[in-house]
């Protein structure tokens, strides 16, 4: 249906700057991780401290992300081991998934960081691997110029309490579906 375009644009007089924003990528669609990796990008661009902590994903799969964002200065830390189902081991996964929290727990407290990611921590929060709520808490209670972007299906109400933004991926058609695998430099 085509329309037009607006003729004006929105009122930007009452608005006020925060001196850092909680976003949260959640839903069944894909892009959760890729929307947060350009966030990485833009805030590397404009000189900010970045770190990116992965609660599910493996180094295994060798993310071009990760490549990239750590060739630009991006902190990174790898706290999962791979997929539930590729895991030998899923004691073993909450235990990195908690190693993991803590470390990034400590580093959000510190404050060294203009934006912290928390990729894929819905999972290691509704799996019960770590507090929704402590995660909730330390996220609400982070220096004032600490932004996080949190990644995942399923985000908690607790987590979504304290966002800002929350932008919902819906899949309306996924190459997956179709029987396609993940392709290198699309999906990883």
Do not use: C
């Not at 990760?66 to 200065?73: Q, S």
């Not at 600490?146 to 929350?166: K, Q």
């Amino acid at each position: 249906m085509a329309g037009r375009p607006p003729e004006e644009g929105p009122d930007t007089a009452a608005l006020r700057h925060a001196d850092s924003l909680v976003l949260i990528h959640t839903g069944d669609g894909k892009g959760k991780t890729s929307a947060a990796m350009g966030m990485a990008v833009r805030a590397i661009a404009r000189g900010w401290r970045v770190l990116v902590v992965q609660f599910i994903k493996s180094g295994a799969w060798r993310a071009g992300e990760h490549a990239v964002l750590g060739g630009l200065g991006a902190e990174w830390y790898v706290g999962g081991d791979g997929f539930s189902w590729d895991s030998e081991d899923l004691d073993r996964s909450a235990e990195r998934a908690v190693d993991a929290w803590n470390r990034v727990r400590e580093a959000i407290r510190a404050g060294e960081h203009e934006l912290v990611v928390l990729d894929e921590i819905t999972y290691a929060i509704n799996w019960g691997w770590i507090d929704g709520e402590e995660v909730a808490r330390t996220i609400g209670e982070r220096p004032a110029h600490v932004s996080i972007v949190a990644t995942g299906r399923d985000a908690p109400a607790h987590l979504l309490a304290v966002a800002d933004t929350v932008t919902e991926m819906t899949n309306v058609k996924h190459a997956f579906d179709a029987g396609i695998a993940a392709k290198r430099g699309i999906d990883f």
